[in-house]
């Protein structure tokens, strides 16, 4: 099969041919109909982020079942299916407590599948995966855990979409950081995640959500997607824009960059007691500062967001619902489709900022 594999940080990726096993026990073949390009791919390409290499990346897919392993009970081939890209045991500290998300096989996985072994293999040596998923390929071999089935007559684009962008954005409103309606919201970073928390502030019932971002046509899609207002950050001070607009502070902020200097913003522009949410990724070598006794004096919160904080086989029906409600807008953040031969094409249009999420669409016929 076709996949595109990363050799060398900050090179292209060689779309080439590549061996995939066949599942084994617990294990499912998915033929991969649509995959997003997110930032977090972006990171580990350009080195900000650090995992072994060669490797397949992809993280927000969707595709149909082509073959299962023994033992796989909740999927059979023809199942339309989400790529999760947090597999969970079920049975660790963090599952029992109902916080899957967190579980302990993503730490021990490391490129490799639960088992410890590759399913991927190109130029005669093993290929890592991606967070168990590695979907920037025509197949992938992923846990059972790392699939979810979903109605047949949804748009794959959308399906992959609810894999990161809109789980993690929406999530990150919804589950991490509890916001409740009436609140004010800001929001930095109007990217394929930034804007799914624009669209989350707006279904928790924010009355003030401020989308920032340094690109105009994003603060344009903000708007559509719910910001009551935006703010330019290459033309205006973000803190100071937000304190005016929230009568001096927001109750929540969001930051979908990841960046140290926009977490510190993203913490500088809270009303006291207010709570920000650290989602973006920031480079493996920076830390994170924090306004030492203003921090506390004002009883600020900073919370980080993994995947949306989502219990992913209860959350996702429900998004899915809210998008059959005509409540979450998932078909506009899909703004280009490209095929797998083009993934550096995608790649370079995500490092610029170019439309809102770019999806690379296999033939499924
Ligand atoms: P994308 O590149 O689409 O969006 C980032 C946006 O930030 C762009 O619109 C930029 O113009 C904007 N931006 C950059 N610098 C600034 C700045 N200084 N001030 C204001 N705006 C700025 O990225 P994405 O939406 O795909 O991903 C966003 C982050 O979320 C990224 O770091 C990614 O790795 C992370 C993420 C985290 C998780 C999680 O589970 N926590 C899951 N998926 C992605
Ligand atoms: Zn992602």
Request: glycine residues 10%; charged residues 20%; neutral net charge.
């Amino acid at each position: 099969m076709r996949a595109a594999v990363l050799y060398e940080v900050g090179q292209p990726l060689a779309v080439e041919e590549v061996e995939l096993d066949p599942p084994r026990q617990g294990e499912v073949l998915v033929r991969i109909a649509a995959t997003g390009v997110c930032h977090s791919d972006l990171h580990y390409i350009k080195g900000d982020l650090v995992m072994p290499l060669p490797v397949v990346l992809g993280h927000e897919a969707a595709g149909i079942v082509e073959a299962v392993g023994a033992g796989v009970q909740s999927v059979q081939p023809g199942d339309h299916v989400v790529l999760l890209f947090a597999p969970a045991c079920g049975r660790c500290r963090y599952c029992a407590a109902g916080r899957p998300h967190l579980c302990e096989m993503r730490l021990r996985v490391r490129g490799r599948m639960p088992d410890g072994t590759s399913r991927l293999h190109a130029r005669g040596e093993d290929l890592h995966h991606f967070t168990c998923v590695s979907s920037w390929a025509e197949r992938a071999v992923v846990p059972e855990s790392g699939v979810l089935r979903v109605e047949r007559d949804l748009p794959f684009a959308v399906c992959a979409l609810l894999g990161c962008a809109v789980t993690t954005g929406v999530g990150a409103v919804l589950n991490t950081a509890q916001v409740t309606p009436g609140s004010t919201v800001a929001v930095f970073g109007l990217g394929g995640v930034g804007l799914n928390v624009v669209q989350g502030a707006r279904i928790a019932g924010a009355v003030t959500i401020v989308g920032v971002d340094m690109l105009e046509h994003r603060l344009d899609a903000a708007r559509r997607f719910g910001a009551t207002h935006t703010v330019n950050a290459r033309r205006d001070d973000p803190v100071k824009a937000i304190q005016d607009l929230t009568q001096g502070g927001a109750d929540y902020a969001f930051e979908v960059i990841g960046r140290a200097a926009t977490v510190r913003q993203a913490v500088d522009c809270l009303a006291r007691g207010g709570t920000a949410v650290a989602v973006g990724l920031p480079p493996a070598r920076e830390e994170l500062a924090l306004p030492g006794p203003a921090f506390i004096l004002n009883e600020k919160t900073l919370r980080a967001c993994f995947y949306g904080s989502a219990r992913l086989r209860h959350d996702i029906p429900r998004l899915l619902a809210l998008y059959h409600a005509g409540r979450l807008m998932l078909d506009e953040l899909v703004t280009a489709a490209l095929p797998l031969e083009r993934v550096n094409e995608a790649v370079a249009a995500l490092d610029r900022g170019d439309g809102l999420r770019t999806i690379l669409e296999m033939h499924t016929a």
